[in-house]
């Protein structure tokens, strides 16, 4: 429970990590490096698998040398025994002969007996270590293929579930950017037809604005001439009767067609 404990919280760390990454830079070097130690471990796995392949060979061949070996025994012991009968035939044959000479025999053969089952039976015990040994070894490379593998498959599903979650995280956004590019585009043309119309408008206004300002130009241009007129005429006025009455004043009112306001000629005095 503590080792999956432990797991738990790297796998936790390592999805903080990437989300932090990701949202940063768009990228993330952890996860590219924990999918390269996870490589890395299958790697180690195979390895491992080579050698319990290796073992396992080797102890088929040990399993087959000691066969041949107990094969050997029992074929030596076979022929200890018919050389014991042998002896035993011979011994009741020469039991007249002497039985001291018979009791050493017999001491002869139980010795060579025995040395044959020690040597027999340290050979057996080394073998068996060596086999426990394998075995041990076996089950140990056994038990950390497991776990690699349980571990390879419980990150690998991981891995899985987060591209998904991911991908899923990115079409989602691919839509929503999507759509406020989409609104933003509306949005756009709405304020150019906007534009269009203010500026036809503008337009217009601006040659009304032009006419009123040469309407009104003529006019004051027109008030200015009739005034410059008036003027003139108004001079020419005065100067007509500047003339008239100075002609009247030269002339002494005399001549035809007097007016009204001619003076009457002054009475001399006696």
């Not at 990228?27 to 890395?40: D, R």
């Not at 011994?91 to 017999?106: D, T």
């Not at 068996?128 to 349980?150: F, P, T, Y």
């Amino acid at each position: 429970m503590a080792k999956v404990a432990v797991q738990r919280q790297a796998l936790q760390q390592l999805l903080h990590h990437c989300t932090a990454q990701l949202l940063a830079s768009q990228t993330c070097p952890v996860l590219a490096e924990y999918v390269e130690g996870v490589e890395k471990h299958d790697l180690e796995t195979q390895a491992t698998i080579e050698r319990e392949r290796i073992t396992s060979a080797a102890v088929k061949q040990l399993k087959a040398e000691i066969k041949d070996e107990k094969s050997k025994h029992e074929e030596q012991m076979r022929r200890a025994g018919q050389a014991l009968a042998e002896l035993n035939g011979q011994q009741k044959a020469v039991a007249l002969g002497g039985s001291s000479k018979a009791r050493y025999r017999e001491a002869q053969v139980g010795a060579a007996n025995e040395c044959a089952r020690r040597l027999e039976s340290n050979s057996l015990s080394e073998v068996q270590d060596q086999i426990a040994v394998l075995q041990q070894q076996l089950e140990i490379d056994h038990q950390v293929q497991e776990a690699g593998s349980a571990y390879s498959e419980k990150v690998q599903a991981w891995l899985r579930e987060e591209t998904i979650e991911w991908g899923s995280r990115i079409d989602a956004d691919v839509a929503a950017k999507e759509k406020d590019t989409e609104a933003v585009k509306q949005e756009r043309q709405r304020d150019l037809i906007k534009l269009k119309d203010m500026k036809e408008k503008h337009e217009k206004e601006t040659s009304l604005k032009a006419e009123r300002d040469s309407t009104a130009k003529d006019a004051a241009d027109r008030e200015a001439a009739d005034q410059i007129l008036m003027e003139k005429q108004a001079a020419a006025a005065l100067r007509i009767q500047a003339v008239w009455r100075g002609y009247l004043a030269r002339h002494g009112g005399k001549g035809k067609g007097k007016g009204k306001g001619a003076k009457k000629p002054s009475k001399k005095k006696k």
